[in-house]
């Protein structure tokens, strides 16, 4: 079993990583944090549960993802169907390109956290354990992400 003390530590080493991961999924700060802190609950509870400590980070993310998106299951249930925000059309410049930012909001969820935590540093098997998908899968939504951003920045 992991200690309080090394825990800790392999939590703060995460909290950058985490926020971005949950802030993909829930959209809000104050989700993130509740996301957030029911992970670190859960997972400390668990912590028991973990075989290597070298398999903490992607333990951990998985454990995160789906605190978020349980917390996104509820919000959905308990949001009254006038105030559910309505989708806008994207922005575009003189040149019809949209900027990173919109850009990135046109990827799937699931594009946008691979091509996300690719970016963070992990290598496309942890990725595959934190998405509970297969290695390939990875691959096609990281390729497929990078294509549509290409597209869509592409300069005329």
């Keep these: 079993m992991i200690s309080r003390d090394a825990f800790a530590q392999e939590v703060r080493a995460l909290t950058d990583t985490a926020y971005a991961v949950t802030y993909l999924i829930l959209g809000n700060s104050a989700d993130c944090e509740d996301a957030m802190s029911a992970a670190i609950l859960r997972a400390f509870e668990g912590r028991g549960q973990l ?3 070298e398999s ?8 995160l993802r ?4 349980t917390l996104l299951r509820t919000r959905r249930r308990l949001m ?3 105030e559910m925000p309505e ?3 994207p922005d575009r410049d003189d040149a019809g390109r949209l900027d990173l930012q919109e850009a990135l909001a046109e990827l799937t969820e699931a594009q946008r956290t ?3 935590l690719q970016q963070e540093g992990y290598d496309l098997s942890e990725i595959g354990q934190i998405l509970d998908v297969p290695v390939g899968t990875v ?9 549509t951003l290409r597209t869509l920045l592409e300069v005329n």
């Excluded at 789906?66 to 998106?69: I, N």
């Design 51 to 53: 075989k290597k400590r």
């Design 56 to 63: 903490f980070r992607a333990w951990f993310l998985q454990i």
């Design 66 to 69: 789906h605190e978020a998106y």
């Design 80 to 82: 009254p169907v006038e």
């Design 87 to 89: 989708a806008a059309a």
């Design 114 to 116: 691979a091509l996300l």
């Design 139 to 147: 691959k096609s939504r990281i390729s497929r992400a990078k294509q």
